[in-house]
């Protein structure tokens, strides 16, 4: 996070752009989806595997993700691979994961978080 805040509240476009961030995470297939990509580059079928969805939903959701620029994929022959883009997105669903632990108990109100916002990007880039 910032130092400082750059506006002392969000303008519209800010504002916006923050909803539909949130409106992106709302579904449960897509914080998995996002939370497996964070980890690393991964193919449809693998991600359709790991959170228990249907290749083509798991697509759908994909592309809507795509769209909203938190992922990207690359061709290589039939198949395509995606990874997650965006540092701060990985931080709020970190975050997010963290705190649903300590709504339902998994984790005690003092332990410490067990979700991180860490991986690495496409290049090997750390997104902490």
């Not at 083509?56 to 992922?71: E, I, N, P, Y």
């Not at 198949?79 to 997650?84: D, R």
């Not at 632990?101 to 332990?111: F, L, M, N, R, S």
């Amino acid at each position: 996070m910032h130092d400082e805040l750059v506006h002392p509240a969000p303008d519209d476009e800010h504002a916006r752009i923050a909803a539909e961030t949130f409106r992106m995470l709302s579904d449960a297939t897509r914080v998995k989806i996002l939370w497996a990509l964070f980890q690393g580059e991964s193919s449809v079928n693998a991600l359709a595997e790991l959170v228990g969805a249907a290749p083509t939903a798991v697509s759908q959701h994909l592309a809507k993700l795509r769209l909203a620029g938190l992922v990207e994929s690359r061709r290589q022959g039939t198949f395509a691979y995606y990874w997650a883009t965006d540092a701060h997105v990985n931080r709020l669903l970190a975050e997010a994961l963290s705190h649903a632990e300590h709504i339902t108990g998994a984790a005690p109100a003092e332990a410490p978080h067990s979700h991180r916002a860490t991986g690495a990007d496409r290049n090997g880039a750390r997104t902490s």
